[in-house]
C-alpha cells in the first residue's frame, strides 16, 4: 500500500492468496456477500528499554561500577502476524539486565548461606542488592482497540493489549564482598547518612559491583547451578504510530506474573503473629520499552498488517458511491405515457401522442396556446395572434399573392405562364421564421432543434419562391467563429439532408454579431454562397 492510511480496494484481485481467488470471484459476481480477507505483511520488530524487578529489593536503574553490566538495560525483538483485523499473534525474546540496590539495613540472612557468614555478626545487618541477568522468550496474543471507526477510513495511532506467556530464564547474583573478600561496612554508610539519596550514593561508592555471590535459586525449574526458569504469564498495553507505509514506531509497557519469590535474590519473610508461618511475596517483572516495527513483504501483493485496516471503511464507501452493489431498477409510475413520471408530471392527462416538454406539458412551439399535437399551422407569426380552434392564425394574405394563387388554382393559364415564365413574380411572402437556440458550447441538432425545423421545412417547401439565409453568430475568437460556422452548417445540412431541400435556395452566413448560442433564417428572394469553406478546420467541433 502506498498510502499511509488503512484504505483498501476489497474488489482489487491482486491481494488475494491463490488458494482465496474463487471465493472473491463469487464475491465479485455478486454471489457472496463478503469480500475475501487480502494477504497482509508480517511485521518484524526490534526494541529497548527498562525492564526492573518488583520484588522484596527496590530496583535501580544503575549499579555501583561504570561497566555496561551496572545499567539496568533491556533488548530484543520480535515477529508479529495478524490473524484478524482486531487480533495479532506474536513470538519474542529479549534480554533484560535488572538491577536492585536497598537503602535500609536487612537482616533477613537464611535466604543464602553467605549472607550468614559475612553478616550475621555485622551489626546493621547488611545491605541488599542484586544483578539479574535473564533470556525471555515469549509467545503472545495482541488485541487491537481502536482500528474499527465508525466515523473516519484510518488513523495513525494503533492502541493494543498484550497477553500470553513466557519462559524468564534468569541467573541472579549479588555484591556482598569487596576486592579482598570481606564483607562491606555498610554500618559506616547507614549511621553516618540519612537520606535514601545520599546512602545510595555512598553505597554506590563503598561496592565495587562485582555481584560475585549466586542468590539462592527460586522454587521453579533449573539449568544448573546458576540459571532458573521462571515460568510466567505477561499482560501489557502498547500504543504504535505508523511513520510510513512500511515503518511504526511503538510504545509499550509490559509485566511478567511469576510465582517465584527469587529473582531478587532474597525472599523477604514476614512472620505473622501467631502462625509463625512465612507469607511469600511474588516477584514481578516489568519492562518500558521503545521500538521499530518494520513490515515485511511486497506491498503490490500484500497490504499493509490488518491491524491498520479498518474493516468497515469498504462498507461505507459502497453505501457513499457504490462499485459493486446491485442496484434495483427503479419504477415511477407514468398514468398518461408521456415519458415524464407522475410525481413531476405538470400535466398529467396529456392526450395520447402529444410531444411534451420536460415538466411534462404539452409543447406549443409558437405560443399560440393550441398543443402541437392538434396545432394546423405550427408556426403562427405572433402578429397573426390569436388564432382559431386549429391553431391557425388571423392574418390575411398578400393581395398580390392572393390573386395569383387563386388564378393558379382556377387553372387560369394567364397566371400560370406568369408563375412559371419569364416574367415570373419575384416575391417572397413566407413570412417570419422562429430563431434555432442551440446549448452552450453544443453544435449538435438535438431532437427539440429538430421539432422547430421540421415545422420551418414545410413552409420553405410551400414558399419555393423564397431562398433562405442560414445567419450564425459570434465572439471575436476562433473558437466561437468556427462554432457559428458549424452550427450553420449542421442546420443547412439538416435541411438538405433529412427534409430534401435543395442546397442551393440557402445562403451561408455565420460570425455574425450577435448571441452567439442563436441561428436565425430569414426568407429572401437574394441569392448568396451556399457553400464557405470553414475558417478554423483544427477547431471543428462533432457535438
Known amino acids: 500500500?502506498?498510502?499511509?492510511?488503512?484504505?483498501?480496494?476489497?474488489?482489487?484481485?491482486?491481494?488475494?492468496?491463490?488458494?482465496?481467488?474463487?471465493?472473491?470471484?463469487?464475491?465479485?459476481?455478486?454471489?457472496?456477500n463478503y469480500p475475501v480477507k487480502p494477504?497482509?505483511?508480517?511485521?518484524?520488530?526490534?526494541?529497548?528499554?527498562?525492564?526492573?524487578?518488583?520484588?522484596?529489593?527496590?530496583?535501580?536503574?544503575?549499579?555501583?561500577?561504570?561497566?555496561l553490566g551496572s545499567y539496568a538495560i533491556g533488548m530484543g525483538a520480535y515477529i508479529r502476524k495478524a490473524l484478524g483485523y482486531a487480533f495479532s499473534i506474536r513470538g519474542s525474546f529479549a534480554y533484560y539486565?535488572?538491577?536492585?540496590?536497598?537503602?535500609r539495613p536487612n537482616f533477613t540472612f537464611a535466604n543464602n548461606p553467605k549472607i550468614q557468614q559475612l553478616y550475621g555478626n555485622a551489626p546493621d545487618g547488611y545491605v541488599a542488592n542484586y544483578r539479574s541477568m535473564a533470556f525471555v522468550p515469549s509467545l503472545e496474543g495482541i488485541v487491537s482497540f481502536n482500528n474499527i471507526m465508525f466515523h473516519k477510513s484510518h488513523q495513525r495511532w494503533n492502541i493494543y493489549g498484550v497477553l500470553g506467556i513466557s519462559g524468564i530464564f534468569y541467573d541472579t547474583r549479588m555484591d556482598l564482598t569487596n576486592g579482598l573478600g570481606n564483607r562491606y561496612l555498610v554500618e559506616n554508610v547507614l549511621n553516618n547518612y540519612h537520606t535514601k539519596s545520599e546512602i545510595l550514593s555512598k553505597l554506590r561508592l563503598m561496592f565495587n559491583g562485582g555481584y560475585e555471590t549466586h542468590a539462592t535459586q527460586g522454587p521453579g525449574p533449573s539449568l544448573n547451578s546458576q540459571w532458573s526458569i521462571a515460568p510466567s504469564i505477561s499482560m501489557g498495553l502498547g500504543a504504535e504510530y505508523r511513520i510510513g507505509p512500511k515503518w511504526s514506531l511503538i510504545f509499550e509497557y509490559k509485566q511478567y506474573l511469576t510465582n517465584d519469590d527469587y529473582m531478587d535474590g532474597w525472599s523477604k519473610q514476614v512472620i505473622v503473629p501467631g502462625?509463625?508461618?512465612?507469607?511469600?511475596?511474588?516477584d514481578q517483572v516489568g519492562f518500558f520499552s521503545i521500538g521499530t516495527g518494520i513490515n515485511l513483504g511486497d506491498e503490490t501483493k500484500r497490504v499493509a498488517p490488518l491491524w491498520w485496516l479498518n474493516p468497515l471503511e469498504f462498507a461505507y464507501r459502497e453505501l457513499n458511491a457504490p462499485q459493486r452493489m446491485v442496484m434495483p431498477k427503479i419504477k415511477l409510475d407514468d398514468a398518461d405515457g408521456d415519458g415524464v413520471p407522475d410525481q413531476f408530471d405538470l400535466e398529467p392527462n396529456t392526450p395520447k401522442g402529444c410531444p411534451v416538454d420536460s415538466h411534462g406539458v404539452s409543447r406549443d412551439t409558437d405560443g399560440d396556446g393550441v398543443p402541437d399535437c392538434r396545432d394546423k399551422e405550427l408556426l403562427t407569426p405572433q402578429k397573426c395572434f390569436p388564432v382559431n380552434a386549429d391553431g391557425v392564425g388571423t392574418c390575411p394574405e398578400p393581395a398580390c399573392c392572393k390573386e395569383i394563387m387563386d388564378g393558379i388554382k382556377r387553372g387560369d393559364s394567364a397566371y400560370m405562364n406568369l408563375w412559371g415564365g419569364a416574367n415570373k413574380v419575384n416575391t417572397c411572402n413566407i413570412g417570419e421564421l422562429p430563431s434555432i437556440q442551440f446549448k452552450p458550447n453544443t453544435v449538435h441538432v438535438t431532437?427539440?432543434?429538430?421539432?422547430?425545423?421540421?415545422?420551418?421545412?414545410?413552409?420553405?417547401?410551400?414558399?419555393?419562391?423564397c431562398n433562405i439565409k442560414v445567419i450564425g453568430f459570434a465572439f471575436a475568437n476562433k473558437s466561437s467563429q468556427q462554432t457559428s460556422w458549424d452550427r450553420v452548417n449542421n442546420v443547412i445540412r439538416y435541411l438538405v439532408e433529412k427534409q430534401g431541400i435543395a442546397e442551393s435556395r440557402f445562403i451561408f452566413e455565420y460570425g455574425q454579431q450577435g448571441d452567439s448560442n442563436t441561428i436565425n433564417l430569414q426568407a429572401t428572394t437574394e441569392n448568396g454562397p451556399n457553400v464557405v469553406p470553414a475558417p478554423h478546420p483544427q477547431l471543428r467541433r462533432i457535438n
Open 39 to 67: 494477504r497482509d505483511m508480517w511485521q518484524l520488530g526490534f526494541f529497548a528499554g527498562l525492564p526492573y524487578i518488583n520484588g522484596a529489593c527496590p530496583w535501580t536503574t544503575r549499579g555501583a561500577s561504570t561497566d
Open 97 to 103: 539486565n535488572m538491577l536492585g540496590l536497598d537503602y
Open 275 to 282: 502462625l509463625y508461618t512465612n507469607r511469600v511475596h511474588n
Open 447 to 465: 431532437k427539440e432543434i429538430e421539432i422547430t425545423l421540421n415545422a420551418i421545412a414545410q413552409k420553405i417547401k410551400s414558399s419555393p419562391s
Open 1 to 32: 500500500m502506498a498510502q499511509i492510511g488503512g484504505v483498501h480496494n476489497y474488489l482489487d484481485t491482486s491481494y488475494i492468496a491463490p488458494r482465496k481467488m474463487e471465493e472473491q470471484i463469487d464475491f465479485l459476481k455478486n454471489k457472496s
